[in-house]
């Protein structure tokens, strides 16, 4: 059964930097690309970065040049380093193994104002 579990959440003032893991169990992660998305309190769930499993990555616009998206496949775990958080970046941060339903429980960002 696969398993992803997500942490690293938390409160912080704006311009602050916060890094979400995401660890999986289950299944061979390192051949699977593996996706963060977010999704804000009455909005949609939409994707913010996917890293691919030869290590390629895409951003939305709304978070390039601040959030770096890495994978550790010795560790099945990926990561999403947040700098500069505003906060729109507010919601619940939720990992994907791409083409699968499989998703994490989400973890929470707040970014004060």
């Known amino acids: 059964q696969v398993q992803l579990v997500e942490s690293g959440g938390g409160l912080v003032s704006a311009g602050g930097s916060l890094r979400l893991s995401c660890a999986c169990s289950?299944?061979?992660?390192?051949?699977?690309?593996m996706g963060w998305y977010r999704q804000a309190p009455g909005k949609q769930r939409i994707l913010v970065a996917q890293?691919?499993?030869?290590?390629?990555?895409y951003y939305a616009d709304s978070v390039k040049g601040r959030f770096t998206i890495s994978r550790d496949n010795a560790l099945r775990t990926v990561y999403l380093q947040m700098n500069n958080l505003k906060p729109e970046d507010t919601a619940v941060y939720y990992c994907?193994?791409?083409?699968?339903?499989?998703w994490g429980q989400g973890t929470q960002v707040t970014v004060s104002s």
């Open positions: 890293i691919g499993s030869g290590r390629s990555t």
């Open positions: 289950g299944t061979i992660f390192s051949i699977r690309a």
């Open positions: 994907n193994m791409d083409g699968t339903a499989y």
